[in-house]
């Protein structure tokens, strides 16, 4: 366990700072409770709020509020804190640990976290942590207001919540310099915006940034062996290909197919297909504006042409909802289109290692059929931070490291003293 005394903001005293973590778990937990029911009115209005602000079809959205709110139950959010901190108690009081020094963990002082534009929610999971560790938080909401709703509810569990926990409109270039202010800043985005924002930081602010990442499948030959098996990696492949329109670090830009299975990469891609289009009668299509959906089939034109000389294999719809592009030409990146996924056949995980070397595309997360040895190792190469079976990439724990950061231990700072 770490143990850093850090100064500045030893005299924060915010507004949970005398709460009892437990009690400020369950009533997290309570709250992402009532958010699960399907009909609890301020859900009801934030799925259309993200609807319109997205463009995400109605189901889409549902899943994505379902992901979110089943992850903040008591047992996950305090198996995180135990599992980072070592205990719950080390955030209420001194703690005697192996080494025979009594330490604590104090709330690092007040956070900022600022949206990104597209994924659902993704401020709530860390604005969550922070409060555990009884930061005040801020976070800069989207045109939505889903944040803010959900802290509405927070402080119907516990009065503190409501000095404690705030969400306001972003106002971007504007209020990028008003975040002086804070002991830490969270923010999610491409990687310019993320360049902008930390070079106003004072110098002593925590900067936790999550920038653009990608995330890729690996089936091996093992799991081409037999048509239902492999229908079955397909059907997870396409649903991690469709959600949220492929935007954002957990959608499936990039798929490698081991060669040599009774099942060829190209059969599997057929399967792929057909799975994808089953896959957007769950899960709708945004309504794309005229000119994303020209980019996917400019994207498909190109493709089909390249194939007619006998470069590739291209699965797409007429109306260019889908594109799945076979054995396209290496020395291109993934097109990272809607619902567009570049598919090659390999002989081994080298060959995917290196393609994605060669791009510089940094991975956050690799789904596999099966985990093994061979693809974990491949995971650790790639710099992924996790590793997923196909159809759970959009599901990660809430214990998982997101852009291999950890999820609570940024918000406290450590002070000892010996016994």
């Known amino acids: 366990m770490p143990l850093e005394v850090h100064e500045p903001h030893m005299n924060f005293t915010g507004s949970l700072v005398e709460r009892p973590v437990r009690s400020i778990v369950r009533a997290v937990a309570d709250a992402a409770g009532r958010w699960l029911e399907a009909d609890f009115p301020p859900r009801v209005r934030a799925v259309a709020a993200a609807c319109e602000r997205t463009g995400y079809s109605i189901p889409v959205v549902e899943y994505g509020f379902d992901r979110l709110f089943s992850a903040l139950t008591g047992d996950a959010i305090e198996g995180v804190i135990r599992n980072e901190l070592g205990s719950l108690e080390v955030l209420d009081g001194f703690v005697e640990t192996p080494g025979r020094t009594r330490s604590r963990a104090f709330p690092v002082g007040r956070v900022c976290v600022v949206s990104s534009r597209t994924t659902i929610g993704v401020a709530i999971v860390p604005a969550i942590f922070a409060l555990c560790a009884k930061c005040d938080v801020l976070v800069k909401d ?4 889903l944040v803010a709703a959900f802290f509405k509810t927070l402080a119907e569990e516990l009065d503190e919540f409501s000095a404690s926990a705030s969400a306001l409109a972003w106002d971007g ?61 397909a059907g997870g492949a ?48 945004s309504a794309f504006d005229a000119r994303r959906t020209a980019s996917v089939a400019a994207a498909r034109d190109a493709a089909s042409f390249r194939a007619s000389g006998a470069q590739g294999t291209v699965f797409s719809a007429p109306d260019a909802a889908y594109l799945i592009a076979l054995d396209q030409p290496r020395d291109d990146p993934p097109p990272f289109l809607a619902r567009t996924l570049a598919v090659f056949g390999v002989d081994a995980p080298a060959d995917a290692v290196h393609y994605v070397a060669r791009h510089g595309i940094p991975i956050e997360a690799l789904a596999v059929a099966r985990t093994h040895a061979s693809n974990a190792a491949t995971a650790r190469v790639l710099g992924a931070s996790r590793i997923a079976p196909f159809g759970s990439l959009q599901s990660p724990p809430l214990g998982s490291y997101h852009g291999g950061r950890p999820r609570i231990a940024e918000f406290v700072h450590w002070t000892s003293d010996e016994t």
Request: aromatic share 8%; proline share 4%.
């Open 142 to 145: 989207r045109e939505d207001a």
């Open 173 to 233: 270039e504007r209020e990028r310099r008003a975040l002086d202010e804070f002991a830490a800043v969270v923010a999610f985005g491409d990687d310019a915006t993320l360049r902008r924002i930390r070079a106003d930081l004072p110098a002593g602010t925590r900067w936790i940034g999550y920038g653009t990442k990608a995330s890729c499948g690996y089936v091996d030959r093992s799991a081409l062996g037999d048509r239902s098996d492999a229908a079955r990696v």
């Open 238 to 285: 396409a649903q991690d290909l469709v959600l949220y329109d492929t935007e954002g670090c957990l959608s499936l830009h990039l798929l490698f197919v081991e060669r040599g299975g009774s099942i060829s990469p190209e059969e599997f891609c057929a399967m792929l297909a057909h799975a994808t289009e089953r896959a957007a009668v769950e899960f709708p299509p």
